[in-house]
Structure formats: C-alpha cells, structure tokens
Nanobody, 122 residues
C-alpha cells in the first residue's frame, strides 16, 4: 500500500507563515501524476487549496493566490505547501492528496492523507 504522511501543521499568528510537507511512502512508487492539498474548516466542505502535476502545472484556489506556493520533489514523492501572510480564515485541517499513483504492480487512482491541523489565531 501507499500512504501519505503529512507534517508541519500547527498554530501561527495572523500574518505568519507555515510550511506543510507530505511524503508518499510504501510500495515501490514509479510516479505520481498530481499531488496537492485540500482543506476542511469546521462546518464546511472540503475544498481544493492547490495542486501540482508531475510536469509542473499548478492550480490554486483564488483565496490563496499570491500567498501560498505549492512545490514538489518528484524523485522523493514529496509535495510542499508554503503558506505566507496567513489569515484566520485559513484555519482548517489540511489534507494531502495524490492522484494516479503508479507503483509496481498497482495503480492507485486517489490517495488521501490523514490531515494536519492548521490554526491561525492571536
């Protein structure tokens, strides 16, 4: 099996920064097409934050454009989310996401991490 292991969540003051990391581990992984981050605030639906394809195409939700940056290391099967100028409305559980994970001998269409809490507060 393949697992996504997240790290880097925590408490930060408004205007501060955090960096999330997520590593795919487990079976021998050949490639991962899309890696990214979603978030879910209390009482709200899970929403896309940012995604990044293996070839480098990015997609951000409007509310984080200019503040968050997604990056990845394909050889390490790791994705990062640098969050700057954070706001209280960024408070949520952040979930790592991987799409089209190619391993030997199995292909996984979607894998989710367990989530890491991010809280923006004084």
């Amino acid at each position: 099996q393949v697992q996504l292991v997240e790290s880097g969540g925590g408490l930060v003051q408004p205007g501060g920064s955090l960096k999330l990391s997520c590593e795919a581990s487990g079976r021998s992984i050949f490639s991962i097409w899309i890696m990214g981050w979603y978030r879910q605030a209390p009482g709200k639906q899970r929403e896309l934050v940012a995604t990044l394809t293996h070839s480098g195409s990015t997609n951000y939700t409007d509310s984080v454009k200019g503040r968050f940056t997604i990056s990845r290391e394909n050889d390490k099967h790791t994705v990062y989310l640098q969050m700057n100028t954070m706001k209280p409305e960024d408070t949520a559980v952040y979930f790592c996401y991987a799409n089209n994970v190619i391993t030997t001998p199995t292909r996984y269409l979607e894998i989710w991490g367990q989530g890491t809490q991010v809280t923006v507060s004084q």
